[in-house]
Each structure stands twice: as C-alpha cells, then as structure tokens.
C-alpha cells in the first residue's frame, strides 16, 4: 500500500476548498441573476384572503386580489425651527451714568485702600457688576468745537461743572460765559498763561530743533500745558486721578487734548520704558522724595536717555513763596533736598533751576552710573522684571538699566531722529533687532500699507477727509502706528493703544516714532471719561479678543467712549463682522459692511458706523 507524503495530502484539501469556494460563488451569482430576473417582470403580491399572514408570493398575477407594496412615508416629523439669532436689547443707562468711568468709579474706590492713593487706581468693576446699557451724554448735549478754537472754548452743557471755576477762579483754570465755557489757559503756577509759562521753558532748553517730541504732564489740571505744547510739535500725555478737582481730565478730552485719567501711587505708569522726551509736574503735588524715592524711579523708566524732568511748585523757589504755601521753611528745604538727593542717586543732573522752575536731565547711558553705585548704595539696579511691562505692574524701587552701550559717549538703546524724521525713521527698538520678526523693511511696508488704507478709507467715509469732522482719535490696535502716521498732516492726534493680550508689544516702537500711546486690556474698560473720542480703529482687534470676552462689552466700551456722531473703522474677518454688525444694530448704530481695499474676494472686510445722536431726557421728565 503507498503511503501518500504530507505534501501531498495539503495539495488536495487546498484543491477541494478551492472546489468548494467556486460552486458557492456561481450559486450566489445564479440566484441573484433569477431574482433580478423575477424583480424586473412583475410586482410583488400579497395574498389578501387573509388579514392575519402571507400565504404566498407571485411573481406574476393569480387569481387572487394583490396589493403592490407603497413604500411612501406614512409619518412625517415636523421640521426643526430654524436657529433663531439671539436677541440683543441695550436700553440707555439711568442719566446719573452720564459720566460713568468703570475703573475709576468713585464710590467702588472707597472699597480700596488710601494708603498712597492707591484707593484712585484701577479698580473694574466684577463681571456682575458691569453695565449693560448704553452711557447716555447729558441733556443738551452739543457737537465740540472745532480745533484750534476747542482750545479755548466747550460747550457747558457737555461737561456741567463749575469747581473748578470757583476754586482756580484766581488761576485761570476755566471760566463760564453763558453757555461755554473758556479756558484761558492759566494754571496754579503759570498765572500769566501756558504760552509765556512754555516760553520761559524754552529759554532753559530747546524746544524748537525737534529733539524733543513726547512729553508726559503729572496732575495736568485742565491740560493747558500741553495744550499749548501742541504748537510747538510736541506732543503730550496728561494725566490726572478722577479725584476732587472734578472732570479735570473731562475738560481736558472736551478741549481737544490728549489726556487719560491715571495716578502714580503703587503701580507704574502704563507706558514702557524710555518712551518720553520729557516729564513735567507744576504743583502736582506728588511726595517725589518719599518712599525711597519710587516716584522718581518710575519718571527715570519712562524717561528715554537724555530726557528731561521739569518740576515748579512746592518747593521750588521756597524762598519766595513759603508763607503763600502755608508751610514752614524747614519743612520745604527738608523737601527739596529729599528731592535733590533722589535725583542725584538716579545719576541725574540738575541742569538749572531759575525762579520757579527746576530742570534735571537723565543719563544717556548708564556707563558712570554703574560705577558710581559704590558711592549710592540705593537704588541697585532692577535684574528680573521687564522694564517695558506696565500694566497691572507694581513699582519697584530698584533702577531700571539702560542697555548696553559700546563707549562712554553712545546713546543707550540708540539715537533718535529729531521729529518729523522721526516718524518715518527705523526706531532703534527694530533696528537693533529687539523685536524678534520685525525687520527695517516690515516697518517701511507697514507704513506703505497704511497710507493706502487710509487713502481709501477717506473715499468711503468723507468725513474722515474733511479738515476739523474728527479732532480725538482712538486706534484700539494700533501695532506699528501705522494709521496714526498716515494722519499726521491731518489736524488730530491719535491714542494708539497695544492690547496687553497682543502676541507683541510694539507700544515702544510708536513711542520711538514721535507718537503717544497706552497699554490696555479690551476685557475692561478704558481710564478715560464716556464721549472722549470722535472717531475709533479698530484692526482685528474682534479677532484677537475671540474667546477672551463678550464681543458685546467691548462694543458697550465703545459706545461709551464715542461721542455723538462719532464714527467708527472696524477691519476683520467677515464672520466676526456680521455679528459685530448684528451688536451694532441694537445698539442703534449705522453701518454698513464694505469690501477689502484690494480685493472683493478677500474675507477680511471693513465695517463702517456712526453713533447716532442722542442723550439723557431733560431732569424734569421721566
């Protein structure tokens, strides 16, 4: 008997499965092709002699009565309510918030503690505490005045206080005539004006040759200083707290000029370093020698190398006005050399002091400074914190280093053009390449870019190219600075604020160009007074708060802030637009969406609105 190799037995049982396989295959194929065969000649049949089962199926007609099957849909479900878009209602505030500052609140303040003034700082209201109304402007309120004549002349209606008439009445502060109110341009240390005050300033340094463009006013009053300044080409921050010297910052903003409501108590100034060309502060009132002189220290990091600091009042020329100041003479030379002391462990130089006005100068760099630490054991200089973060920041009292200088006789952090090449001059902060991705040629683009953007956004909206529409402008993203250079012939000034959420900070770069500016967080609202600005940008700015906060309060912000008539840019994506468009609408704001200046096809676009014009019902009427 053979006996059969394994080999051969695996051979045969594959050969047998293949068998199996290929008859089930040709089996499967048979029936379908009948089924389809039978499907295609006739319909299915029911065998209706009975109602409780199929007896049979044909597939061609029989004696018995058929029924072909329907298989339409017996039961419909409604269609679902198409999604409604949520309803937005903002009705006006009660007319006790005409003159609502959410951060500055006075009786919100009173929580806070008054050591050091801090209780005058920031303070937002919490999320269930914020308004969602709209601020309305008082009874008889009334577009500004035009600038220059703003200057001098505002409406009493639009800011209804007289304190300060009566309190500064002897000064010059502000005056009622009627209906307005003028502004002289006196102050408590410059009786004879703010232009004879400026002048006497200019007989101690130069202010005509464009080195000096950014100036910083501590406790500005009503602003006259820098009001004045403003023919000079030099540009000026005012600030002031929102304390008993009521809507001085308000008178400020009403005049044209811009200001920001703002104390130096515990935290720095929201500026970064080296970013003005000069401080000023008449009769500010602020301890500068005390609390191991932190108050200087902080003029010092925002003060750019070489810059100067003015101070009249208490207790310059003490000599003279001792008795008027109702202190003692101890007590005013105690002060002043406090004062002198500060100034001199910062390495500062006190240029001169004629009558009533003391003038320092800041280091250009810190190369003597360094050194002389042995002989000033305080301050030391700061190692850890960016000089440039100031929002929220608390001050320290260490002293901020300048950058690194090659020889004794370089300009820290590099050497400014005198304005107006200043504008359009790389600042040193990109070329040293102190901005990781900004390049000289990404600045001059920027640039470029923005003069087109503004070209074309004055053929949409005309009034934006009519001469004196617009005075107070706000650029709630500003980056470079771009749309406020491109404006600069244009007789406005623009606050350009760098949002702290930004991916970079670029506030010293618009100070580097001749421009002012703030730090600021879109979540909470603005340090300024409602109707502060006639005309808002805002770049992406939607975008960049995507996520972050309600759109609806930053627009709440806005129309707080605008006046009357005010208008506004908005630039982004065309989804964030539609509903930015929707908010506005309720808020009874004109606006239109319109296409990208390059293309209709580019998905960002550009809304344009107006506030209408309204205000709070007459005090007798409900």
């Not at 047998?16 to 009948?34: G, Q, R």
């Not at 606050?495 to 730090?519: D, E, H, S």
Request: charge should be positive; charged fraction near 25%.
């Amino acid at each position: 008997m053979a006996i059969l190799s394994p080999s051969y037995l695996t051979f045969k049982a594959k050969k047998l499965n293949l068998y199996k396989i290929t008859i089930t295959i040709i089996l499967c194929t048979v029936f379908y092709l009948a089924g389809f065969y039978q499907n295609s000649r006739g319909t299915i049949s029911i065998n209706t002699t009975s109602s409780s089962s199929i007896t049979a199926f044909r597939c061609a007609p029989t004696n018995h009565s058929t029924t072909t099957l329907d298989f339409a849909a017996r039961h419909f479900a409604q269609d679902p309510k198409p999604p409604v878009a949520r309803e937005h209602h903002f009705p006006p505030c009660d007319p006790k918030y005409s003159e609502y500052t959410p951060c500055e609140d006075v009786d919100r303040s009173l929580r806070f503690d008054r050591d050091r003034l801090v209780y005058r700082e920031r303070h937002c209201p919490e999320s269930h505490e914020i308004l969602k109304c709209r601020v309305p402007p008082p009874y008889g309120y009334k577009m500004p005045f035009s600038w220059p004549e703003s200057r001098e002349l505002a409406w009493y209606a639009n800011v209804p206080h007289k304190d300060l008439t009566v309190e500064k009445k002897n000064q010059n502060w502000v005056r009622v005539e009627g209906e307005r109110l003028r502004f002289p341009g006196g102050g408590t240390m410059f009786p004879r004006g703010a232009d004879a005050y400026i002048d006497d300033i200019g007989k101690l340094i130069n202010l005509k040759d464009g080195s000096i463009r950014t100036a910083i006013d501590t406790g500005c009053g009503v602003a006259s200083w820098g009001a004045y300044l403003l023919s000079r080409n030099i540009l000026t921050v005012s600030f002031a707290p929102r304390d008993t010297h009521v809507s001085q910052v308000q008178f400020a903003l009403e005049r044209g000029v811009p200001a920001l409501i703002g104390i130096i108590a515990s935290i720095r100034l929201p500026y970064p370093s080296r970013s003005f060309d000069m401080a000023h502060c008449s009769r500010c009132l602020v301890p500068w020698g005390q609390y191991d002189g932190q108050y200087l220290i902080e003029i010092d990091r925002i003060l750019r190398p070489g810059g100067y600091w003015i101070l009249s009042g208490p207790p310059i020329n003490w000599e003279t006005h001792w008795k008027g100041w109702n202190r003692t003479r101890e007590d005013l030379r105690a002060e002043q050399s406090q004062i002198e002391r500060v100034a001199k462990s910062l390495c500062w130089r006190k240029l001169v002091q004629r009558n009533d006005i003391a003038i320092w100068q800041k280091p250009t760099n810190h190369v003597h400074c360094k050194v002389n630490r042995k002989v000033f054991k305080r301050p030391l200089f700061c190692k850890s914190q960016n000089p440039d973060m100031a929002w929220y920041t608390k001050m320290e009292t260490c002293l901020t280093p300048l950058p690194e200088v090659a020889s004794i006789r370089d300009i820290a952090g590099g050497q400014l053009a005198k304005w107006p090449e200043r504008l359009n001059a790389i600042p040193p902060r990109i070329s040293s390449g102190g901005l990781e991705g900004l390049a000289a040629n990404s600045f001059v683009e920027n640039s470029e870019l923005w003069k087109k953007r503004v070209a074309y956004y004055k053929k949409i909206d005309y009034q934006l190219a009519k001469t004196g529409r617009y005075r107070n402008l706000l650029d709630m993203n500003a980056h470079l600075g771009g749309f406020a250079a491109a404006l600069v012939d244009d007789p406005v000034w623009v606050m350009n604020v760098v949002p702290v959420q930004a991916k970079m900070n670029t506030l010293g770069v618009i100070f580097q160009r001749g421009l002012i500016g703030t730090y600021q967080n879109w979540c909470e609202a603005m340090s300024t007074y409602p109707r502060t600005y006639d005309f808002i940008h805002a770049d992406s700015l939607f975008s960049l708060y995507e996520n972050r906060c309600g759109v609806e309060d930053i627009l709440l912000e806005m129309d707080r802030i605008l006046r009357p008539e005010g208008s506004v840019i908005i630039r982004d994506d065309v989804d964030i637009l539609l509903n930015v468009k929707a908010i506005m609408d309720a808020m009874q704001w004109d606006g239109r969406i319109t296409d990208h200046e390059s293309s209709p096809h580019e998905r960002e676009k550009i809304l344009f609105a107006t506030k209408k014009y309204w205000t709070a019902p007459r005090p007798d009427q409900d």
